[in-house]
């Protein structure tokens, strides 16, 4: 699965051109106060994870739904088809013992 933050898109659709005034609509909105840089990274770059909680302030603060926030790839991903692995014999086929002799 493949996603794309689309964070800076959704906020300039609503007219929201800095961090500063994003930081002040989560304050206000949805009662989150982030610090500037948890709110520039959030701009400027794909998060590797997000609170459910951040992502809910988000969507209120911006009167947006997650969809405006992320866009998701749902195409399946394409594997290379794996080479057939031999069967493995019983270890007394190659002169060992499976077990010590009781």
């Known amino acids: 699965m493949r996603a794309k933050w689309r964070l800076r898109m959704a906020a300039a659709q609503r007219e929201v051109w800095t961090g500063a005034q994003l930081r002040r609509l989560l304050r206000e909105r949805a ?8 709110i520039s990274a959030l701009f400027t770059k794909q998060p ?3 609170k459910l909680d951040t992502l809910a302030a988000l ?3 911006l009167d947006c739904t997650p969809n405006d926030l992320i866009e ?3 195409t399946p991903v394409q594997h ?3 080479p057939a692995t ?3 014999e019983p270890a ?3 002169g060992k013992r499976s077990m010590p002799p009781v």
């Open 80 to 82: 290379p088809a794996e």
């Open 59 to 61: 969507c209120t603060a």
């Open 92 to 94: 007394r086929a190659e």
């Open 72 to 74: 998701i790839d749902t």
């Open 86 to 88: 031999p069967v493995d």
């Open 48 to 50: 590797s994870q997000l």
């Open 31 to 38: 009662g989150l106060n982030l610090s500037s840089a948890s």
